[in-house]
């Protein structure tokens, strides 16, 4: 999703919350959907913004010269979906499943030329062919497809008429479904690869509106790998694109709209 519709999620869910607020300073106002949340389990469906970007640790060698760092990332936005289940455990807890699918570009920039200072190789470090790195060599774009599946403990305050508050947060299993890992080829080959499979921790602070059919939920999620994503490249291959990183780990601010 690019930054249009991003906007156009916030400011959908602004004039929502603008709306449900008239509602509220009614005098003789009513409360919607007054049993939904007794209801043991419940079910719905969110919509979500991501700005993406990687945590990188590069290599003290082969990542950095002095004080100037060789890799960069380029942060992006994208959009996702899927589903929510809700499982009531008391009057506070909810216990939350929501899978979904999430999709990314990122972007990162090689400016490793400078390690042809080591092809001759060093006690801890094989000797290597160097190559002139062209504009294509130095970039890569790097397309996720991401299957979510985030397990939220949420802690809700009481309900203020149509409102309530709530902070959540939890653990994520998510597949690349583009990772690449069992590819042959690598960045020689202009083929980056990265871990299918990787686990996050992610926090979530939201509203959750009532209207007399539906609950409105707008949320900010941010949600962290705690694995190394980075695919070694081939023993073969000059150290200018993986081996110049020690760590890279997608991390991710999400806006979300839910709907139960």
């Known amino acids: 999703m690019n930054k249009f519709l991003l906007r156009a999620l916030v400011l959908a869910s ?12 009614t005098r003789n106002r009513m409360d919607k959907l007054e049993d939904f949340d007794e209801q043991k389990f419940s079910w719905g469906f969110y919509l979500n913004g991501n700005r993406l970007d990687y945590r990188i640790v590069l290599h003290p060698r082969y990542g950095a010269e002095g004080n100037q760092n060789l890799v960069k990332s380029r942060e992006s936005y994208s959009f996702g979906a899927g589903l929510i289940a809700k499982w009531r455990l008391n009057d506070y807890l909810d216990l939350r499943l929501e899978p979904g699918l999430q999709f990314a570009q990122r972007q990162l920039t090689f400016n490793t030329q400078s390690n042809d200072q080591y092809a001759a190789g060093t006690l801890t470090n094989p000797p290597f062919f160097p190559i002139a790195l062209t504009e294509k060599d130095k970039v890569r774009e790097i397309k996720s497809t991401l299957v979510d599946v985030p397990v939220l403990l949420e802690l809700h305050g009481q309900r203020w008429y149509n409102s309530r508050p709530y902070i959540a947060a939890g653990v994520n299993y998510i597949v690349n479904l583009q990772s690449n890992s069992d590819s042959e080829d690598d960045n020689m080959q202009q083929v980056f690869r990265s871990t299918t499979h990787n686990f996050a921790w992610s926090a979530e602070v939201g509203i959750q509106f009532y209207f007399n059919k539906f609950k409105l939920t707008p949320a900010v999620r941010g949600t ?37």
């Open 14 to 25: 602004v004039n929502i919350a603008v709306f449900a607020d008239a509602q509220f300073r």
């Open 224 to 260: 962290f790998f705690m694995n190394n994503e980075k695919v070694a490249d081939n023993a073969t291959t000059p150290p200018y694109w993986a081996t110049a990183m020690s760590t890279l780990q997608t991390r991710a601010v999400m806006f979300v709209l839910k709907f139960e």
